[in-house]
């Protein structure tokens, strides 16, 4: 049984510094102080994304007749959005801390103890203030700190800005003991405002002539990829000519005002979803619901995420979403915890009913069969592809102790990343940068490969280090041209290279006619 709690910040931190070394993730506007919750992929991780997206595409668009494809778009009419309930009620509960103004989900606080001293006001000389605040200590903390955050907090609203907080006298100091209380934040201590519900949606306005006050040019970005899938649905039902059950699958960004964007790309505000709306009879729902769960616990393997490192949430009546009649989470084990990769839900005809009753047009399925008409329902599998990205490079990273050229111990990082993930596929190297022929052959070899896949030249440094340079990108083969190649030694071995394996580092030699088949076959 994994143990779900259990997390690694120091891994964490490894793989975060690999990922900007590498080129792998950057953070958005990183020279101007970063755009919090926003992030960038470098040439690493642009390709790995691709080959992620083209995967998925591959095996649940292009290898099936039952599902098709659609790219909608990101920004999305008001009125899909308030049908689908994402303008009344895509919201995170929000509070904020009194002293230092952080922005915190009140859902996500970890209940606390203790006691909470309270203050009804604040004086210093002729200035005086009523206004009530608390902070709640911990047991064992001393009661001077209460004071001091207090009169930190009251020193904020005195005309002197650069007066000493220790200079204020507090008023009217009582106590209570608290049991798990949510209402003070667990970094100092301090009150936090109310819950408000805040809408996670993007808001913007559309049109030259727009206006803040013109509720006509109010436009979202799509908080989800599904909306144009239910409001398309028709039109590729009829230029399609589907047959229940069948699905659309899509491929987008999506964004979301998250309250505290954490855990690296985890939890961003713009992100990129892979969902697929699969339409069908409403008695199908249960059964396929449980079929795509399996279906995608078996994608994560064929990427490269062990069964035992994902878990499945049956999650609990209550905790659903508001159009869900079941739903699985498929959660990984994370060095930050178990966090949820994607949720496979049965969302019911509730999305297609909405849409039908506010855009007053048909959009039932009429089956020739059985001459019945009906609103399909629908199961979604909705993953996020950063997550998944995040999962990947998590699972890759690896440490290992090796021997290095000269007998000494080293160690060796290495991301052990699917060669159907990898950013690339294979390095190539001359053995030697001055010798005519190794480099001759080794770029022949990359325009012999180069049209099939991403490879890599590198002809600087010793061999050594250029195998350990493609060990951290996750390259995992690396063919090097040598003087075996050129024959002069062995005719045998004339027109072969040395094939290293990233993960075994054993080397074997392969004639380089063999190279493009034998490489195709292992990145498939
Ligand atoms: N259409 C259903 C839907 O959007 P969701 O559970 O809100 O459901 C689906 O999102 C998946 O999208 C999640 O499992 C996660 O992988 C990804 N996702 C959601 N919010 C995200 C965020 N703020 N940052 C990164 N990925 C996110």
Redesign the pocket.
């Known amino acids: 049984m994994a143990d779900k709690e259990h997390t690694d910040p120091e891994r964490m931190e490894k793989i975060v510094s690999l990922c900007k070394r590498k080129g792998f993730i950057y953070q958005s506007a990183e020279l101007y102080g970063g755009l919090n919750?926003c992030w960038d992929y470098g040439p690493l991780g642009v390709e790995m994304k691709r080959n992620l997206k083209d995967y998925w595409w591959r095996r649940h668009v292009q290898e099936r007749e039952d599902i098709v494809g659609l790219d909608g778009s990101i920004l999305t009419h008001q009125a899909v959005l308030t049908a689908s309930g994402h303008v009344g009620g895509f919201s995170d509960p929000m509070c904020d801390c009194l002293l230092s103004k952080a922005r915190l989900r009140a859902d996500q606080i970890d209940p606390q103890s203790g006691t909470a001293y309270h203050y009804s006001g604040a004086s210093e000389g002729e200035w005086k203030l009523e206004r009530e605040f608390s902070v709640l200590l911990q047991e064992g903390q001393n009661e001077n700190k209460a004071r001091k955050t207090a009169r930190q907090y009251y020193a904020q609203f005195h005309p002197n800005k650069s007066l000493s907080p220790k200079s204020i006298e507090l008023t009217g100091e009582t106590t209570s003991e608290e049991e798990n209380t949510t209402r003070y934040n667990p970094e100092n201590g301090s009150l936090l405002t109310e819950a408000r519900e805040f809408n996670l949606m993007f808001k913007t306005q559309m049109g030259a002539s727009s206006n803040e006050d013109d509720p006509n040019a109010v436009a979202y970005l799509r908080?989800?990829?599904?909306?144009s899938i239910f409001t398309q649905y028709k039109n590729v039902l009829d230029t399609f000519r589907m047959k229940i059950p069948f699905g659309i699958a899509q491929i987008g960004k999506?964004f979301?005002n998250?309250i505290n964007?954490r855990n690296y790309?985890?939890?961003?505000?713009?992100?990129?979803?892979m969902?697929i709306?699969y339409f069908c009879r409403p008695e199908d729902g249960m059964r396929l619901t449980d079929e795509w769960l399996e279906t995608r616990l078996t994608f994560y393997e064929e990427i490269g995420l062990p069964r035992e490192k994902l878990h499945v949430l049956d999650v609990p009546d209550g905790e659903r979403?508001h159009y869900s009649k079941k739903?699985y989470?498929?959660e990984f084990d994370f060095p930050f915890g178990c966090q949820?990769?994607?949720?496979v839900?049965y969302?019911t005809d509730y999305d297609l009913s909405k849409h039908q009753e506010c855009a007053g047009k048909p959009l039932e399925y009429f089956d020739e069969t059985s001459k019945e008409k009906f609103i399909p329902h629908v199961v979604?599998p909705?993953?996020?592809?950063?997550?998944?990205i995040l999962a990947l490079l998590c699972e890759a990273y690896d440490e290992e102790e090796v021997p290095d050229a000269k007998g000494n111990t080293e160690i060796r990082k290495v991301m052990r990343l699917n060669p159907r993930i990898a950013p690339i596929k294979a390095a190539i190297f001359p053995l030697l940068k001055k010798n005519e022929d190794h480099v001759r052959i080794a770029r022949e070899i990359e325009n012999d490969l180069k049209s099939h896949m991403n490879v890599f030249y590198d002809e600087t440094g010793a061999v050594g280090r250029r195998y350990r340079r493609q060990d951290e990108a996750g390259t995992p083969f690396c063919i090097t041209v040598d003087f075996e190649t050129l024959g002069e030694e062995d005719a045998s071995l004339k027109d072969t290279v040395t094939l290293r394996h990233r993960d075994s580092m054993e080397q074997e030699r392969v004639a380089i006619s063999e190279l493009l088949p034998r490489l195709l076959r292992e990145i498939r």
């Open positions: 919750g908080p989800e990829t599904a909306q999506a979301r998250e964007p790309t985890f939890r961003s505000r713009e992100f990129e979803q969902e709306e979403a739903t989470d498929i949820e990769l994607e949720g839900a969302r979604e909705s993953a996020g592809c950063d997550r998944t």
